[in-house]
């Protein structure tokens, strides 16, 4: 079975996003970026499958800008067999992402495509549930445990109460949370042989797919300053603090 993983390169988990000062987005420059956290989550999952022998080959996808073929080399080194890139400079919603996705897994028909449950640069969490709609797959979103069997896969899924099982019947879309695993690290050896393995690069128009924006971004701001906290002395007084904020 083919495994499929479409990955974002979004800014780093551990930089501090600043917005430009003319508002229009979040300033990208000179700023690391990295694989999207939950994508990352996506390609262990598929190489885990793969060590089991449930997967035979695992193909990563991204759609963005030149900068961000980095990642493709990111996943090879991590284990992924093939990377395709598409190229845009343009910006890309969830919508235009998944009809590029469609148009990929028409070409290359995998048992399995996981994706990260939302990119944390805008955390839309959206695209998963959109290639779903638009193929009419059987989807499993938020997955803290994917077990392949045959043509079948169960995932337990984090719900606000709890734990949720499904039985899907393959080919099916299935999105990554925190909790699925403990993306492992590259090796040195595997960095070095990923900068020589082969991208396949394309272009939205080779898809004949149209990619134009739908959304406007009317305002990027930061969020407003946190008042500082206060300390009390005891329950009683924090109890009558809170009364007299109309909380209790
Ligand atoms: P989102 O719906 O934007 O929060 O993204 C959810 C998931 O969709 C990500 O974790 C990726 O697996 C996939 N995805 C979103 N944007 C892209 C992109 N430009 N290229 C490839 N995969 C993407």
């Known amino acids: 079975m083919k495994v499929l993983v479409p990955i974002k390169q979004v800014i780093d988990a551990n930089v501090r996003p600043r917005v430009k000062a003319d508002g229009t987005g979040v300033d990208l420059a000179n700023v690391k970026l990295s694989i999207n956290p939950f994508c990352e989550i996506a390609v262990e999952e598929a ?4 060590e089991k022998g449930k997967a ?8 963005g800008p030149a900068k961000a073929q980095e990642i493709i080399r990111s996943a090879y080194a991590l284990g992924a067999d093939r990377g395709l890139f598409v190229e845009t400079e343009e910006r890309v919603e969830p919508l235009a992402v998944a009809k590029v996705l469609q148009a990929i897994i028409a ?53 606000d109460g709890g734990l949720e099982t499904l039985a899907l019947t393959l080919p099916a879309i299935v999105t990554t949370d925190l909790r699925l ?31 134009t924006p739908r959304l406007k971004v009317l305002k990027v701001s930061e969020p407003p ?13 924090l109890v009558k603090d809170l009364k007299a904020a109309g909380v209790l």
């Not at 190489?47 to 793969?50: Q, S």
């Not at 035979?56 to 759609?63: G, H, K, L, Q, R």
């Open 47 to 50: 190489i885990r499958l793969k």
């Open 56 to 63: 035979s080959e695992i193909v990563v996808v991204s759609i």
């Open 107 to 159: 070409a290359e028909q995998p048992g399995l495509v996981i994706l990260g449950k939302q990119a944390i640069d805008d955390d839309s969490n959206q695209t998963g549930q959109m290639l779903a709609g638009l193929l009419g797959w059987p989807q499993a979103t938020f997955a803290s445990k994917l077990e392949v069997d045959g043509d079948r896969a169960t995932v337990t899924r984090e719900v």
């Open 181 to 211: 695993n403990n993306p492992r690290y590259p090796t040195l050896p595997n960095i070095m042989k990923a900068k020589k393995k082969a991208i396949d690069v394309k272009k939205p128009e080779d898809f004949g797919i149209d990619i």
């Open 225 to 237: 300053a946190r008042k500082p906290g206060i300390k009390v002395a005891s329950a009683e007084e």
